[in-house]
């Protein structure tokens, strides 16, 4: 079966650090990979999808950026962390356009 | 960009009664999904409605959709306190490869 695991599951880092947060899929080949975040309370905002290795599209422009150096290995960094990168960042999987998304257990980062 | 969006943003009811929430949409789809995520965790997929599709049931749920409207509305009958959570519709960004798109939800609070 397929599983995903994102770690860690909490992270205080201070404004200006850098970070990185790494998400893997087992069980699976080939998969649609997506960050998200989100805020208190609200809503899901996708920030990178990948459909293949080395392929990343970015749907937010910010200080963080995403890479994809295996097949089903996802990673969420950031040279200098904002305050306004706090939030939780979740990764999912998918199989492909139009299927569901499975996704990891998330990450609380709080920048201070 | 927001595909979907839920209404209400929140809604409190007693255990037993039913929960409808409402999703929009903005552009053509292949297909729409439903989530659910409790406080603090990863989503988890609860149902996908092709949009060939008037009306699909899983226990107690019940999705419908309107393409005419682009709208989709998930039922969740007798409901419990372990209901508590909040929705999310989601959809594919039209003509995209595996941009997946999300609501900003409904909290659903349900009352013993």
């Known amino acids: 079966s397929q599983t995903i695991h994102q770690w860690p599951a909490t992270l205080v880092q201070p404004v200006g650090s850098p970070l990185s947060l790494e998400c893997t899929v087992e069980?699976?080949?080939?998969?649609?990979l997506y960050w998200y975040r989100q805020a208190a309370g609200r809503g899901l905002q996708l920030l990178f999808y990948?459909?293949?290795?080395?392929?990343i599209s970015s749907e937010v422009p910010q200080n963080l950026s995403a890479s994809r150096p295996q097949d089903r290995q996802f990673i969420l960094s950031s040279k200098k962390l904002l305050l306004s990168d706090s939030g939780f960042y979740l990764c999912?999987?998918?199989?492909?356009?139009?299927?569901?998304?499975?996704f990891g257990q998330g990450t609380r980062l709080t920048v201070v | 960009s927001q595909q979907g969006e839920e209404d209400p943003q929140a809604l409190s009811i007693q255990e037993g009664e039913n929960a409808t929430m409402n999703c929009s949409y903005k552009?053509?789809?292949?297909?729409l999904q439903w989530y659910r995520q409790n406080s603090g965790r990863g989503l988890v997929h609860l149902i996908l409605?092709?949009?060939?599709?008037r009306e699909k049931h899983s226990g107690r749920l019940r999705v419908t959709l309107d393409t005419s409207k682009k709208s989709s509305s998930l039922l969740i009958t007798a409901s419990r306190a372990a209901d508590t959570a909040s929705y999310f519709c989601?959809?594919?960004?039209?003509?995209?490869?595996?941009?997946?798109?999300f609501g900003k939800g409904t909290k659903l609070s349900v009352k013993p």
């Open positions: 999912a999987w998918s199989s492909g356009m139009n299927t569901e998304a499975f």
């Open positions: 990948s459909v293949g290795i080395g392929q």
């Open positions: 989601a959809t594919y960004h039209g003509g995209s490869q595996g941009n997946l798109i």
């Open positions: 069980g699976t080949s080939n998969p649609n």
């Open positions: 409605i092709r949009s060939n599709e």
């Open positions: 552009t053509s789809i292949n297909n």
